[in-house]
């Protein structure tokens, strides 16, 4: 069975850093890239970044970029979304999920980031 | 970047009728190699996204035949032959070209 398991989020204060962690079980992790998603109740689902399978490429969506890094560790199946310098409007639940442009696709369950003062 | 624009973004409608999604996409999403990526997702109360249609019109293992994506260049539309009382939900368009982006959603209820 397919599994994609978050972790890590919770409340954190504006300007604080958090790393959230994606577990892979089920599939073979190493050969798919993989994004992250995230939604709001206002903003439905944003597309955060995405991965190559080795590691090699990295795209983010203009919001994030030079503050968020994606990464992760084929190893151990794991997928990772390091954020800094957070901001209240980063508040979100956030998805990870394998490549959607694949014929297999799957997403986690997600993950609460709060950021409030 | 590119924007997808869903159409509408509210739509009844009644148990066993027809309903037809539309996005757009701010430029054409067909890559160098040919391929479009072009998904529909739809997504259930409190559960997480569920991806129904792949590359414009490949439906996923497991989506009931009702559902079927069509388009091409930068206009697609997601339809529902017949729909049931649990297509209810909120389906979204993402493109997977550039990058990626979701269209902002189209609430489906029953009348």
């Given at each position: 069975e397919v599994q994609l398991v978050e972790s890590g989020g919770g409340l954190v204060q504006p300007g604080e850093s958090l790393r959230l962690s994606c577990?892979?079980?089920?599939?073979?992790?190493?050969?798919?890239?993989?994004?992250?998603?995230?939604?709001?109740?206002?903003?439905?689902?944003?597309?955060v970044a995405n991965i190559k399978s080795d590691g090699s490429a990295k795209?983010?969506?203009d919001s994030v970029k030079g503050?968020?890094?994606?990464?992760?560790?084929?190893?151990k199946n794991s997928l990772y979304l390091q954020m800094n310098s957070l901001r209240v409007e980063d508040t979100a639940v956030y998805y990870c999920a394998s490549d959607?442009?694949?014929?297999?696709h799957y997403w986690g369950q997600g993950t609460l980031v709060t950021v409030s003062s | 970047d590119v924007v997808m624009t869903q159409s509408p973004l509210s739509l009844p409608v009644t148990l066993g009728q027809p309903a037809s999604i539309s996005c757009r996409s701010s430029q054409s999403l067909v890559r160098s190699d040919g391929k479009t990526f072009l998904n529909w997702f739809q997504q259930r109360p409190g559960q997480s996204p569920r991806r129904l249609i792949y590359q414009v019109s490949n439906r996923d293992s497991g989506v009931p035949d009702r559902f079927s994506g069509s388009g091409s260049g930068t206009d697609f539309t997601l339809k529902i032959s017949r729909v049931e009382a649990e297509d209810v939900g909120v389906y979204y368009c993402m493109q997977g070209?550039?990058?990626?982006?979701?269209?902002?959603?189209?609430?489906v209820e029953i009348k």
């Open positions: 577990a892979a079980s089920g599939f073979t992790f190493s050969t798919y890239w993989m994004i992250w998603v995230r939604q709001t109740p206002w903003k439905g689902l944003e597309w795209n983010y969506v503050r968020f890094t994606i990464s992760r560790d084929n190893a959607p442009n694949s014929d297999l | 070209t550039y990058g990626g982006t979701f269209g902002q959603g189209t609430k």
